[in-house]
């Protein structure tokens, strides 16, 4: 950042209209984007981003029936072609008809490898104290450690021998790439989405986000189940807290808590509990409730007696554990239940 400070002014349905006293952008009724600063948008009759019209020339995006971004043209005549799985997943990419990558996912989210031209592994991504972003990366035979933030945008790619510097990454506010000093060097950006150099748009789960614009291309998938009542906005117009990994509605604000405990407040009894201490206006857990389950998890955490948690634990992330195993994990005092898939305390 360059220490200047921006001030922006949003619509009665958060759309950024203003920044620092000045109009930047227009919207139709349905928020649509229409223009931003330079720049023109037009929209699918689903609401996709269909062009973007810039001085440089116009980019052009396509679809598949399922809402996947699978195609963009740029000004330039580059085109860029995404492969989609049968889970929606974003697997490979294609520049001018060359593959870029090719990634095997862990499970929805999570990629586990990337894979070059031939065919070969690149790299490999251990997760291991976040939920969004892998904390390592064996690449060349090298091991890589990812620095994130609070967010999990990917900050710096360290050599975990020598400490030598592979790549950084700086970003604004909406999380808008401002220096990448070796762009595609591993697939993670921004709060640790897919971010691609070519087009600047960072893939969360079911859509991508433009950070240029600080919204998404698509429509929410689930629409006002996600909790905001603007389709196209992000996490609230709070990118400085907020995260949506799954592209489907606004998270929530951390609080400075850890993302161990997160994952745990999600899964309990369903998610039914979280929701229902959820703030109706800012569909948000208010900080004085999270806090108060957060000592509740910290006593769970202090009864733990062991079991597999040793070596199993600093190495493989929650999502890895094997359902008759995980009660370790718990200490045992809360059991899985497999059809609500949750875990349900004990009596």
């Not at 996912?105 to 251990?126: C, M, T, W, Y």
């Not at 992330?317 to 008759?324: D, H, S």
């Amino acid at each position: 950042m360059d220490g200047q400070r921006t001030e922006w002014a949003y619509d009665a349905n958060g759309n950024r209209s203003h920044e620092n006293g000045l109009p930047i952008a227009s919207y139709d009724a349905q928020d649509r984007l229409l223009a931003w600063k330079d720049n023109q948008y037009t929209y699918t009759p689903a609401g996709d981003l269909l062009t973007r019209t810039s001085p440089q020339g116009q980019t052009r995006y396509q679809y598949d029936a399922q809402g996947n971004l699978r195609q963009v043209l740029l000004p330039g005549g580059q085109r860029i072609d995404y492969d989609i799985d049968p889970l929606n997943r974003r697997i490979g990419k294609r520049k001018n008809g060359q593959v870029q990558y090719r990634l095997l996912f862990l499970d929805k989210l999570h990629p586990l490898a990337e894979f070059d031209q031939q065919g070969n592994i690149r790299s490999l991504f251990v997760y291991a104290d976040r939920s969004n972003a892998p904390t390592l990366m064996l690449r060349g035979g090298k091991t890589w450690r990812l620095i994130a933030d609070h967010l999990g945008s990917i900050r710096l790619v360290i050599d975990a021998e020598t400490g030598q510097i592979g790549q950084r990454i700086d970003y604004d506010a909406w999380g808008r790439v401002t220096h990448d000093s070796q762009p595609g060097f591993q697939p993670f950006g921004f709060a640790g989405g897919l971010y691609d150099p070519d087009t600047g748009l960072t893939r969360f789960g079911a859509r991508d986000y433009d950070a240029e614009t600080g919204r998404w291309t698509a429509k929410d998938p689930i629409l006002f189940n996600g909790g905001d009542s603007n389709l196209y906005g992000y996490v609230l117009q709070d990118p400085v807290n907020g995260l949506d990994p799954m592209g489907t509605g606004p998270w929530d604000k951390l609080y400075g808590l850890p993302k161990e405990f997160w994952h745990w407040f999600h899964r309990l009894d369903g998610g039914k509990e979280m929701q229902a201490l959820k703030d109706p206006k800012t569909k948000m857990v208010p900080e004085e409730d999270a806090r108060t389950y957060f000592q509740e998890w910290q006593s769970i955490q202090k009864k733990q007696k062991g079991g597999i948690e040793s070596i199993g634990e600093m190495l493989m992330p929650w999502f890895l554990y094997p359902r008759e195993l995980a009660c370790s994990t718990m200490d045992c005092h809360y059991r899985w239940d497999p059809c609500n898939k949750t875990w349900i305390q004990k009596d």
